[in-house]
């Protein structure tokens, strides 16, 4: 979906490396592996970082990885052991003292945190933290889970038992990485699966590195070998004087990977679960073009910028209407509140006096789609097909910050009001001359996995919501 207006935002990206040379500093590749990731949030950036030997050093603020981590800063930050985190602000995430890494330390324990995802039964927690005999600082699902391992460490005094123990009782989506003051990290992935976690090597002046990432293109850019997915349930854990080690902690259960990681969160370079983030979406332009009857004499496809462009390329391919770059964005400006018309400009040479099918991966309120068109229309397009990669989004989803507002969703605001003909009722909200939406079976083969091996949940009008998924307290409205 075009990122100029409402959008679906994932909210946080996070990254470890070990260095088996004690003198070598990490702090520049998780620089460079935090850059990476900074389309998985943009508000906050942080970096621990440890030689295995002196505390944990931690430093974060606001705003974007080369404004926080710069090089002066980074300077100051030597060891052999790291971890980094980006983050979109979430309501456990929207000032300074909840962006991560989290530092927890008390008299037994010294350790960072950093998570990528949301937390479901935060009540439980708490509750059962009491009766540890903890007294919380604050609710925040960072604080919740650092409070959480440091209770069950107190128990054995060992990371690895109270890692395991955590795991047993959290619910919801995470990935989460961990670096003790010894120099250990642990990364450790929800038994779902939904959020994405990679590991691999590096080699690099005769030193060697571990590395773990959100998402594969993390460990591209610093010239890392991608090893395997962390998998759902599982710990992978390294620490500069051992070799890398995993563990299967829980079972893996039904429903994996939330499709909307293939569909706009994750990069399209990013390969999850052994899957190419752009071949999907890619397949999604060919699956949408597949038997739809545009006619083509007058017709371009045009991406929206840059959510749709892959699937735009895929449906061009297909259904050999030409594919043509039709608006221009102005990427300087799409963080910032200004006006529409400043972000997004038609390119009239190309636009005028066409027929447009304007490609976009989903629609979330239905106000950004709205206007784009008629910017297309008072430059001279003539009809306009809407043409989404991914099905309607229907239902909130308590695991994705952005998707659990409900006012936001048309679709589902279509639903709750029961229209009889939901496709004529959004196409005409949003002024379109033809709208189409990628169906469930679409989506499903494009992914290319089973489809007990993804969520879409959001997605589907009827929701199957089997014992797993009620054991993880997964509310759907
Ligand atoms: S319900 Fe939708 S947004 Fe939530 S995890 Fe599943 S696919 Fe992703």
Redesign the pocket.
Known sequence: MCNIGSK?RDYCGVFGIVSKDFSYSVAGLIYSGLMALQHRGQLYSGISISSCEGPIDTYKGKGLVSKVLSPKTLRNFIGNVGIGHVCYGTPYCSNEENAQPYLYKSNKIEFSIALNGRITNPTEIQIKLEKMGRVLTGISDIELLASLIAAFYDLTNQIFDALKDMMKVVRG?YCIVVLTKKGDIFAIRDSIG?KPLCFGSLEREDKHFYVFASESCALDVIGAKVIDDVKPGEIVYVNPTESLKREQIIPHLK?GI????YIYFARPDSVIDGISVGKVRYNLGINLAIGDDVPSENAIVVPVPDSGRSAAMGYSWKSKITYAEGLMKNRYLWQLKKDFNEKLNPIKAITYDKDIVLVDDSIVSGVTMKKIIKMLRNAGSKLIHVRISCPP?I??????DS?SNRDIFIALEAKIKNFDNFNEEMRKYIGADSLKYQSMNGLIDAIGKSEDT??????KEICDLDEEIIRNK?E?V
């Open positions: 679906i989506a939904y429903h939330c499709s909307y990681e989004l239902k909130n989803c308590d695991l994705n998707l993804i969520c879409s949940i959001c997605l997964i759907i």
